[in-house]
């Protein structure tokens, strides 16, 4: 080719860092697809706000105490009917819906949980902090323990994973509902019984899917040529496998917590859970059910149980949410 075309070439042609100035592409990582993929989801966002809404919700429960002068457990006679001896409806005594006009002792906001006279907006907020707090410890310990499973059974194989393999089946196979409560029993209600329980009774499920993962990981070419070049199997793991593990890591974080938060009511509700001095939305609920009193004063089940179905609703979709916004396989953002 002569000198001549050659410059008109390289002329024509610009250069590929030009071109991209000039197009305006900017290259973008796995997980700003994601997090773009996940702003146009209209669900995902619905339910990242109500979850932060519920963080706030129970952060201020020691700002509800002090508005309403009401502390959590302290009954009051005002929040019962003199006649009907009912917990009162919301808004009673309230002059105002102003929150810094509730400081008469008289007035509640929400109504009363029960027929002790407890502020419901007070319990509310606490048993919301007794939620996130138990749906935390017990979504952390067994995302450990089914991370290490997984990792361990799907990498090893042979003796490892058989082990490992016949111990999630056993713990498949135990009756939840009756383990938790002789484990109740036997250690008394407590925070740490709850958390314990859950953990244990769900760490097999996500190691499964974390198991699978592995095993198709281990074959990848970047994995063999990484142990071709002298990689020992802790830094496999640590280097080449565990963050490919991390997307569906955060999906199962969410759909656990959400399995935590629902399996620590329903204990609460069948009086199994959490002592009687913590709030707790499930214990709310079974305490508007003796004597059908909710019949008579049904924001005693409506209140927590709305709020229960709302929060595990939202980990859920979530969940489904960041599904889809990590799926690589997905359309581009």
């Known amino acids: 080719m002569a000198t001549a075309d050659v410059k008109a070439l390289d002329t024509a042609v610009p250069a590929a860092g030009e071109f991209a100035v000039q197009k305006g592409v900017v290259a973008r990582g796995p997980w700003q ?41 302290k009954s009051q006679s005002s929040g019962t009917d003199d006649l009907t001896l009912l917990p009162v409806k919301p808004m009673h005594g309230c002059s105002s819906y ?15 949980s029960d027929s002790l006279g ?18 935390i410890a017990a979504t952390t310990i067994t995302m450990i323990l ?24 056993i713990i498949a196979a135990f009756p939840f509902l009756l383990f938790a409560i002789v484990m109740s029993v036997t250690f008394g209600p407590s925070r740490m019984t709850v958390i314990g329980v859950i953990a244990f009774f769900s760490w ?10 592995v095993l198709t990981l281990r074959e990848r070419e970047f994995v063999v040529a990484a142990r ?26 969410s759909l656990s917590m959400a399995a935590a938060i629902s399996t620590e009511a329903a204990l609460s509700f069948l009086g199994f859970g959490i002592p009687v001095e913590i709030a707790s939305w499930g214990r709310m609920i079974d305490q508007a059910v003796p004597g059908g009193l909710y019949r ?16 595990v609703l939202a980990f859920n979709l979530l969940g489904d949410s960041l599904r889809d916004a990590l799926d690589p396989r997905g359309g581009r953002a």
């Not at 102003?98 to 009363?112: I, S």
């Not at 089914?146 to 089946?169: H, I, K, P, T, Y």
């Open 33 to 73: 697809h994601a997090w773009a993929r996940l702003k146009k989801d209209k669900v995902g966002i619905a339910s990242t706000i109500f979850i932060g809404w519920l963080f706030l919700f129970a952060a201020c429960a020691p700002l509800f105490e002090k508005l309403t002068n009401h502390p959590l457990n």
């Open 98 to 112: 102003l929150p810094w006009k509730w400081g008469d002792v008289h007035c509640f906001p929400l109504g009363a």
């Open 118 to 135: 407890h502020d419901m907006l007070v319990q509310l907020s606490y048993g919301a902090r007794t939620s996130l707090l138990i749906g």
């Open 146 to 169: 089914a991370l290490a499973a997984g990792l361990l059974a799907g990498f090893f194989g042979g003796f490892v994973d058989g082990s490992l393999s016949r111990l999630m089946e």
């Open 204 to 213: 097999f499920y996500a190691g499964r899917i974390f198991r699978a993962e």
């Open 228 to 253: 071709m070049l002298g990689a020992t199997n802790w830094r496999l793991l640590g280097k080449h496998i565990f963050p490919h593990l991390i997307s569906p890591l955060i999906v199962l974080a």
């Open 296 to 311: 008579n004063a049904p924001h005693l089940m409506l209140f927590p149980g709305t709020l229960l179905v709302l929060t």
